[in-house]
């Protein structure tokens, strides 16, 4: 089956500093997902990627995929308190479906 | 729309009780999704539907767990009986369509006891 390795497991950062966190896959990628969740709350859904070399933003929070590596990478530029959470990226299960599989996250605290 | 409603928010019961967690999802979605989230293990996929029906359900433990969709509009998943392993965040998601993002409830927090 298909595992999907997110790094780091948890990052602290300072506030207005610059983020990345990677996810890659065992498998090739047809479609990967990148979610927010705040402790004890759902998965807030960002962005989804499914094409190699696809690149997407919204507000600070850039996502790219890059197939040839089957791999991810969530940058946060000028991070704020409001960032923090745990960043999950979940990928399609093509073998069976297309419900998705999911990394087990990664912990980002921003600190003032 | 008021999104993927979940309840219990939690639940507290004892080892060897009956739980049921309830999913209403997105008004309109075609596919549901039931997740369970440990520490240890991240966000596993227990049971999809598609259209009400199961797609796979490869993903549920043992026959302790059941899931239903006898509608579109909602579901359940059953353990029963419940055992103190079985302490999880279950999620329940939807999504319009098969590979098309999905939404998630806020989760029924379950500690068996």
């Known amino acids: 089956s298909q595992e999907l390795e997110q790094s780091p497991q948890s990052l602290i950062v300072q506030e207005g500093k610059n983020l990345t966190i990677n996810c890659t896959s065992s498998k090739t990628l047809y479609g990967l997902y990148w979610y927010k969740q705040k402790y004890g709350e759902g998965l807030i859904f960002l962005m989804m990627l499914q094409k190699g070399g696809e690149e997407k933003s919204h507000e600070k929070i850039t996502a790219k995929l890059d197939e040839k590596k089957q791999q991810s990478s969530l940058h946060i530029t000028a991070s704020q308190p409001s960032h923090a959470g745990i960043y999950l990226c979940g990928a399609d299960r093509v073998d069976s479906g297309y419900a998705l599989n999911f990394g087990k996250g990664t912990s980002l605290l921003v600190t003032p | 729309d008021a999104g993927v409603i979940q309840s219990p928010r939690h639940e507290v019961t004892e080892m060897g009780q009956e739980v049921t967690l309830r999913c209403k999802p997105i008004?309109?979605?075609?596919?549901l999704f039931w997740y369970r989230q440990t520490m240890m293990r991240g966000l596993e996929l227990l049971i999809y539907f598609n259209n009400n029906v199961p797609i796979d359900d490869s993903g549920m433990p043992e026959d302790r767990f059941s899931a239903k969709m006898p509608n579109a509009s909602f579901s359940t998943l059953k353990i029963q009986p419940s055992e103190p392993r079985d302490s999880a965040v279950y999620f329940c998601a939807s999504s319009w369509t098969m590979n098309t993002e999905a939404f998630f409830g806020q989760g029924t927090r379950l500690t068996v006891v």
């Open positions: 008004s309109g979605h075609n596919s």
